[in-house]
């Protein structure tokens, strides 16, 4: 899916000093590393998140980190839910070597998998287990997110993102998991994460037929389930309850979230709803 130019206008705004320059290195970057054959990819067998061509969807993500979060090279990353290092790669090519990025999942396999093939290359790329239960990843977890915080130091990372992550998680985990992450961002610091939103037009697209996942829809919720699919598979949000929820955690959301195409719609910025907010506090524009 190719960024269009509707798409760079609408984000240009959000950018921390990008202009139309670094929007093109942006698709620049994207194309480079969609093509970096030397880049490690895991073997089908060892994946155990999400679909479609690895290195793609990788390359695409970084585009959007670039164009629509504003990410810097020389900034501190924590990817919350990094899996198998599908976007950690990709990222390796971008960000600068003084910067750091850590990963975390609930996954032993995936972060195993990163260190071997991503750490021992990359000094400044770290990964770490955390033993949260999650009835998909890591069912006999130990912990809960609102029992035992993210074990770094409060506003330790620039750049903080979770994609296909809260699309599985129940709402006392998602409101948890966001007041942690906003606490772990420097001011100025942003958050990128994907989700399904329940709005008047993805309700209208399901109501007519149009939208590729159907989620039970109830009076006064605030999450749901897709129907059909086995629990935790896919879980939507309420965009007011989002919103609402970023807001009381002091992060300010940069415009209307980008829709994906799962309600039916032919463009997108990606499958998922992308939403960025920012921590005040430092102007990085």
């Known amino acids: 899916m190719a960024i269009d130019k509707k ?3 609408r984000c240009e705004h959000q950018q921390p000093n990008l202009g139309e320059a670094a929007l093109d290195m942006a698709a620049l970057y994207r194309h480079i590393v969609g093509r970096n054959r030397f880049l490690p990819i895991p073997k089908d067998e060892e994946r155990f998140v999400g679909d479609g061509d690895f290195r793609a969807i990788g390359a695409e993500f970084l585009e959007l980190f670039i164009r629509y979060g504003g990410l810097r ?5 924590l990817d919350f839910g990094c899996g198998i290092g599908r976007m950690a790669l990709p990222l390796t090519q971008y960000l600068d070597p003084t910067a750091r990025y850590v990963g975390v999942d609930v996954n032993r396999r995936g972060i195993q998998w990163c260190k071997r093939r991503i750490s021992r290359v990359y000094e400044n790329f770290a990964f770490h287990f955390i033993d949260y239960e999650n009835a998909l990843y890591n069912p006999g977890g130990k912990k809960k997110p609102w029992d035992t915080e993210i074990p770094f130091e409060k506003g330790s990372f620039d750049f903080i993102f979770a994609t296909s992550v809260f699309t599985h998680l129940n709402r006392q985990e998602a409101k948890a998991f966001i007041s942690q992450l906003a606490g772990l961002l420097r001011p100025g610091g942003r958050f990128f994460a ?3 939103l329940i709005d008047e037009m993805a309700v209208r697209s399901m109501q007519e037929g149009r939208s590729r996942l159907v989620f039970r829809i109830q009076s006064g919720m605030n999450s ?3 129907e059909a699919l086995p629990s935790g598979s896919a879980v939507a949000f309420n965009k007011s ?3 609402v929820i970023l807001a009381g955690n002091g992060l300010q959301m940069l415009g209307e979230p980008l829709r994906g195409t799962w309600p039916g719609l032919t463009e997108g910025g990606t499958y998922q709803d992308l ?4 921590k005040p506090g430092l102007d990085r524009r």
Do not use: K, Q, Y
């Not at 090279?73 to 990353?77: A, I």
């Not at 939403?275 to 920012?278: G, K």
């Open 224 to 226: 749901t389930e897709a």
């Open 7 to 9: 798409l760079a206008v």
């Open 241 to 243: 309850w989002i919103e």
């Open 275 to 278: 939403v960025v907010a920012e």
């Open 194 to 196: 994907t989700f399904f």
């Open 73 to 77: 090279p020389e900034w501190d990353v």
